[in-house]
């Protein structure tokens, strides 16, 4: 059965930092590209970051310069570090595998970031 679970999620002030985990279960997590989604309320769900099987990343424009992903293939692992967090990061972060025909999301995890 496969799992992806998040966690790192909060609250946390303007300028702040967090990091958030997905790990995953069930799947063989290195053949996977890894990719963070988030989803704000009352929008869409967008794209904020991906990391590749092979460790290619690419980022949206509005967190380029503040978020980095990286993965941890032995620990079946895929993170967010979220520096420079502003109020417009405020969402339900969702972390996703995808490989071939094989698409799988976690539930997400809430980052609020308020004073």
């Known amino acids: 059965q496969v799992q992806l679970v998040e966690s790192g999620g909060g609250l946390v002030q303007p300028g702040g930092s967090l990091r958030l985990s997905c790990a995953a279960s069930?799947?063989?997590?290195?053949?996977?590209?890894m990719t963070w989604y988030r989803q704000a309320p009352g929008k869409q769900r967008e794209f904020v970051a991906t990391m590749s099987s092979g460790g290619s990343t690419s980022y949206a424009n509005s967190v380029k310069g503040r978020f980095t992903i990286s993965r941890d293939n032995a620990n079946n692992t895929v993170y967010l570090q979220m520096n420079s967090l502003k109020p417009e990061d405020t969402a339900v972060y969702y972390c996703?595998?995808?490989?071939?025909?094989?698409?799988?999301w976690g539930k997400g995890t809430l980052v609020t970031v308020s004073s």
């Open positions: 996703n595998a995808y490989w071939r025909n094989m698409n799988k």
């Open positions: 069930g799947i063989i997590f290195s053949n996977y590209a």
